[in-house]
């Protein structure tokens, strides 16, 4: 038996943190193809302070609570049993991307989008998995297409993001991770992570320090989440045939960069959203997940980095944390 109604994190207005405040939502009901999970910890991502300011509705179809990622239980199927539409049982423990919808007691979750917890990790811990893992898996794998070798620049090293950003490139057998970081901890930090050098952008030029790294040969792919301050130095960063991914716009939607290097050294500047892709596409980055990176997780090679957890009630304390870029990996809403 499912409550008729359940605690849930809404934004009162576009605006700070303290907006954010709990209310009482009925307890959604899982469509052929969902499964309903009961939430025992959600991720807190970017997107979700871009739409607490009013800066990134919701998709078509998506709540309108914040919240792209959770773990829990299944506790309900969107489809009758016995029908084939979904793997999943009563029971089972989930992972699962969301287009919205995470910071409740409850949420319906597309089947295909959901993963296994990996052996070893708690649902806590399995939690910060999927937003920022289906997102550098696609960017960085897909879009980016690292190759065993290649060098890569990822920005916002110790973000969420950054953190597996560092850790998939390992895995893809990058030959030199560089990264950059807000302050020399994180720079050590992203090191230890398995980067050759950390960045400090406040106190170093990055596209600098990048070109005596590489002697002046540039990196073969960036990634980056800041966008248009940033678009010319990226462009001097990179190598012939070099690729500039383009996941957020932090510093800003517009820049100018030198055409003629794209021109004359086949640089290839693209970028990506997540949360609007069809179901099918997130269902294909699941799969591969789970057949590539999910066994580094059971067996410790690659793991989450969790900076701090929040009960559901301090969601606006959470975003302060996010808010104030003191974090280094994950910061999660607990139930």
């Known amino acids: 038996m499912l409550p008729q109604d359940m605690t849930a994190i809404e934004i009162t207005q576009p605006g700070g943190p303290e907006v954010l405040k709990p209310g009482r939502r009925p307890v959604p009901r899982p469509e052929s193809g969902e499964v309903l999970i009961k939430v025992a910890a959600a991720g807190v991502n970017r997107p979700d302070l871009m739409q607490r300011a009013g800066m990134y509705p919701p998709p078509p179809g998506a709540p309108d609570i914040p919240g792209l990622e959770v773990a829990g239980e299944i506790v309900a199927l969107g489809a009758p049993p016995g029908t084939g539409e979904t793997r999943w049982k009563i029971g089972d423990k989930v992972t699962a991307l969301v287009a919205g919808g995470g910071y409740a007691e409850y949420c319906t979750a597309p089947a295909v989008q959901c993963l296994p917890i990996p052996a070893g990790l708690s649902l806590e811990e399995a939690a910060a998995l999927p937003e920022n893992w289906f997102t550098v898996w ?34 893809l057998g990058a030959g ?19 980067a050759a050098r950390g960045i400090n952008y406040k106190t170093e030029d990055f596209a600098e320090a990048i070109k005596q790294e590489t002697a002046g040969q540039g990196v073969n792919v960036i990634l980056d989440m800041v966008g248009g301050i940033y678009l010319p130095r990226n462009i001097k960063c990179l190598a012939d045939e070099g690729r500039l991914v383009i996941i957020a716009l932090q510093g800003g939607a517009k820049g100018e960069g030198d055409l003629s290097l794209v021109m004359r050294r086949r640089l290839t500047v693209t970028g990506s959203t997540l949360r609007p892709r069809p179901v099918a596409f997130k269902g294909a980055i699941a799969a591969a997940l789970e057949a590539k990176i999910w066994p580094g997780l059971a067996a410790g090679t690659i793991k989450p980095i969790i900076d701090s957890r929040f009960p559901l009630a301090e969601a606006a304390a959470a975003h302060a944390r996010l808010d104030a870029g003191d974090h280094i990996g994950k910061v999660l809403l607990t139930l």
């Open 138 to 171: 696609s960017n960085i794998a897909d879009r980016g297409g690292l190759a065993a070798g290649e060098s890569i620049l990822i920005h916002g090293g110790a973000s969420g993001i950054g953190v597996a950003a560092i850790q998939l490139s390992r895995l």
């Open 176 to 194: 030199r991770i560089f990264a950059t970081a807000g302050t020399d901890a994180k720079c050590r930090f992203v090191e230890q992570l398995g």
